[in-house]
């Protein structure tokens, strides 16, 4: 009986050991231990082969009670280092600090439309491969990702990183595209071009804009023009609150805003003769423009303009995207998909719009509910 109960205990032991192992807790490290980044800026460096890797990490030393009396140019620090790769930035960084480097908390990676497409390949491939990134993250693109990234714009908690509440907020003009995970996966998929917001820094009043989009291609980056970027938006579908400005007979500056609506494509012909349709319906709101708007929703005229002043944005889209020979719509993609056609990654970032037909057919409806609803 004694032996019985011994080995019984040494089971029960044993459980409790193998549980403790299977929790995962004993390679966890403090979080006192660790440097978390909150932001990561690349530039072109001093010389060719060379990159410049700004690192931003919050000031631990803060406290709940402190944050009022702390300017916002205190509530972080940054590490600027150059190196080969972003990989070997990391690596000189680590080299230090007398913490362990935690990129589980990057909000925001700005890569400068400055350098060379190589090198945007290079560091998202860096940061899918280090294993403790979490790819929600924003990549974006700036003149000056150093500049971007040291901005201390007003946030309301800290750590924060303001440029990652907007593009995450779903309350800008339109849905911007750039979370890392889909930036990745666009880049080694054939079909499709990968595209990001182009972000601006005023470093004199601490604010940042969002420009355009920046469609990222073997050749290099390209930033779009406003005007074809919201014709993008339009045609996939990513309007959100978009405005338009048109002037009626009486002189007066019609305001149309809060345009949003679907995008649908239908494809038709050959391997060789491709028509896409794009099936765009859109709806907007009065939103002032002198007494006459009291009656703008049966007004086919301002309907007809505002939809002309549309159609002019997926025009400019598309031709920048034939002059670039990329797609960020992903239609050709969406076009080998369909058809089940095979395909090697070695084509991903290769496109060509010949024997190509795109048909826009767009159905605009203006509401006039007014701001408040």
Known sequence: MIKRRGHRWALVSLAVMLLGLLSGCWDQRPVETRAAILAIGVDPGPRPGLIRVTFVFPNVTLTAGSLTSVPSSQETFTMTVTASTL???????????????????????????????????????????????????????????????????????VPEVALYRALSCKCQDLRWPGRAWSVWTNAVTPGVTPAVADVSANAATNTFTLNSLAVWARNGVSTWSREATIGWAYLTGRSLAESVSIRTPSGNIANIGHIHGTAHLQFSGTVRHVQLVDIIRLQGTVLGGGAEMGSGRRDPALTEDVSRTIRQACDAAIQAAIDGHTDPFGWHRDLIWRRGDAFSPAQAGTISWKGWRVVVRLSFQIRNEGVLR
């Open 87 to 157: 990989a070997a930035a990391l690596s000189a960084v680590q080299r230090e600090q007398s913490r362990a480097i935690y990129l589980g908390q990057v909000r925001v990676v700005a890569l400068s439309t400055r350098l060379a497409s190589r090198i945007w390949t290079t560091s998202l491939h860096d940061l899918t491969q280090m294993g403790t990134m979490v790819l929600s993250f924003w990549v974006v693109a700036a003149s000056n990702a150093y500049k971007l990234v040291t901005l201390h714009p007003p946030t309301e908690m």
